[in-house]
């Protein structure tokens, strides 16, 4: 179950050893996604919030080129204060060389399924995938968190897919690579901050229970990858679709125009829906990351 390149917690060891639900946390919301001290009071209330409904929160991150699996505080501390060009973003492709060169990295969905897999966790809290990216003809910008969630068997808990991308296509791919696309409580898909993407999910299951139950099944058929779990955002928080899209299509325009590419492109976005929304887009990522979590942990607790 463990690995000689991970370092578990006391707290995630003493939780695997006892057969008790554990839910992975990526660290990438904390170096790249939001700004000192917002970053680490989130971090402690999304732990919090795995802990209250039942599970052993487990932050992974890469540190002085070891996989750290559950930070204590004085860790998550210095993590959210270390400037981000300090830390590699790590997906499938950056993993092994920031691991063999020693340096710190914070993991996106795509690394942080590998690591929680090499630790035996089974199920992964997140605020949004990433997907195919608009004019996708051109750029060929495709997340690696797809192919990931194809060969890795891990049950990621999201908001959907950031609704920056092309969200047709994202979901397209995901029936192509045989991945599992299940609402909670709903038919829609939703769209990250808004609970309605205008498509229909292809699968719903409303009890915990039974998401687990499914991803048990996915095993015993010796499928690969995981199962990708879309919970929409509490109604109190989502900003509607009608008034987030013109917004999104504002800032794609503005990164084109600025030549924003590659992986700059997210992190612009994201900081500019935040000015074009009065800062309403961090709140509502904010809500749906802690919501994602208490659904992650119930998961977790039913045996996923």
């Known amino acids: 179950m463990t690995h000689d390149l991970i370092d ?151 908001a959907g897919a950031k609704a920056i991308l092309d969200l047709p296509r994202t979901l397209e791919l995901l029936e192509t690579l045989g991945v599992p696309v299940i609402a909670v409580g709903q038919d829609a898909l939703p769209a990250f901050w808004s609970r309605d993407s205008g498509l229909a999910a292809p699968l719903r299951l409303d009890d915990p229970a039974d998401i687990a139950a499914a991803a048990r099944m996915r095993r015993a058929l010796g499928l690969p990858g995981g199962q990708l779990v879309v919970n929409p955002i509490p109604a109190a928080d989502e900003i509607p679709r009608a008034r987030m899209i013109p917004l999104v299509d504002q800032a794609l325009a503005e990164a084109r125009t600025q030549g924003v590419a590659a992986k700059a492109v997210t992190p612009f976005l994201l900081a500019r829906l935040f000015e074009l929304t009065a800062g309403q887009s961090l709140s509502a990522n904010i809500a749906l990351v802690i919501n994602n979590a208490r659904l992650a942990a119930r998961i977790a607790a039913e045996g996923a």
Request: proline share 5%; hydrophobic share 40%.
């Open 8 to 158: 578990l917690s006391p707290e995630v060891r003493d939780a695997l050893d006892g057969g008790r639900p554990v839910v992975a946390l990526e660290s990438t919301i904390i170096t790249h996604g939001m700004p000192f001290p917002q970053n680490l009071e989130v971090a402690r209330r999304v732990e919090t919030s795995v802990r209250e409904s039942g599970a052993t929160p487990a932050t992974i991150a890469v540190m002085a080129g070891r996989i750290r699996v559950g930070l204590d505080d004085e860790t998550l501390q210095a993590l959210s204060r270390t400037p981000q060009d300090q830390v590699m973003k790590l997906s499938r492709a950056d993993l092994a060389v920031c691991m063999a060169t020693g340096r710190t990295g914070a993991t996106t969905v795509a690394a942080t399924m590998i690591c929680a897999d090499l630790a035996g966790i089974r199920v992964f809290a997140t605020g949004g995938i990433g997907g195919v990216h608009r004019g996708v003809e051109e750029t060929m910008d495709v997340s690696a968190d797809l192919q990931e969630l194809a060969r890795t068997p891990v049950t990621v808990v999201s």
